[in-house]
Antibody
Framework: QVQLVQSGAEVKKPGASVKVSCKAS????????LHWVRQAPGQRLEWMGW????????KYSQKFQGRVTITRDTSASTAYMELSSLRSEDTAVYYC???????????????????WGQGTLVTVSS | EIVLTQSPGTLSLSPGERATLSCRAS???????LAWYQQKPDQAPRLLIY???SRATGIPDRFSGSGSGTDFTLTISRLEPEDFAVYYC????????FGQGTRLEIK
């Protein structure tokens, strides 16, 4: 079955960077886009950006532009999200999620998300 | 950016009752590009509905979605104990945004 498994929890100091991984299995990695979404305590889900796993052309939400970098390693079927210049407000659970449509099957390049990874808690504290 | 507002914030119902959750968009959502998710404590969101009304694989038929333009609804026809959770709507017609969630709790 399709599965996304993320790396473990991280604790970082303000100003540092964090890199979270998302390993995919159960499907051909390059045929779907992957998204990153975060959820701060008590807050709504917040989309950060996505990457077409077959083309390596990441796109970012304006809010995170300049601070987030999404990459992928097709040989490892793994996507990565790196967030820099961390501050306390970045404390959140970070999720990867597969796009609902195989690349080219839907009119829109970004769609619903299914499935999601289990989430990675990133705590930013001095 | 399209802002999604969900109502009510909290819905208190009993098993067997019908639940109606609302998601209103600040501008029209193109092509009904709207999805619904269920999230239980310490779990990732699970897709329920996409394209405003299409049920995801494995989702029971007591879950249904409707609406278009700026007003969308998720209906759970007869609540089961496992349905008590937080529900989010998401639009993917213009960038991607989520609603703030509706908490469905046992009365």
């Amino acid at each position: 079955q399709v599965q996304l498994v993320q790396s473990g929890a991280e604790v970082k100091k303000p100003g540092a960077s964090v890199k979270v991984s998302c390993k995919a299995s159960g499907y051909t990695f390059s045929t779907y886009a992957l998204h990153w979404v975060r959820q701060a305590p008590g807050q709504r889900l917040e989309w950060m950006g996505w990457i077409n796993a077959g083309r390596d052309n990441p796109k970012y939400s304006q809010k995170f532009q300049g601070r987030v970098t999404i990459t992928r390693d097709t040989s490892a079927s793994t996507a990565y999200m790196e967030l820099s210049s961390l501050r306390s407000e970045d404390t959140a659970v970070y999720y990867c999620a597969r796009d609902g449509c195989r690349v080219g099957d839907c009119y829109s390049p970004t769609n619903w998300f299914d499935p999601w990874g289990q989430g990675t808690l990133v705590t930013v504290s001095s | 950016e399209i802002v999604l507002t969900q109502s009510p914030g909290t819905l208190s119902l009993s098993p067997g009752e019908r639940a109606t959750l609302s998601c209103r968009a600040s501008q029209s959502v193109s092509s009904s590009y709207l999805a619904w998710y269920q999230q239980k404590p310490d779990q990732a969101p699970r897709l329920l509905i996409y394209g405003a009304s299409s049920r995801a694989t494995g989702i029971p038929d007591r879950f249904s979605g409707s609406g278009s333009g700026t007003d969308f609804t998720l209906t759970i026809s007869r609540l089961e104990p496992e349905d008590f959770a937080v529900y989010y709507c998401q639009q993917y017609g213009s960038s991607i945004t989520f609603g703030q969630g509706t908490r469905l709790e046992i009365k």
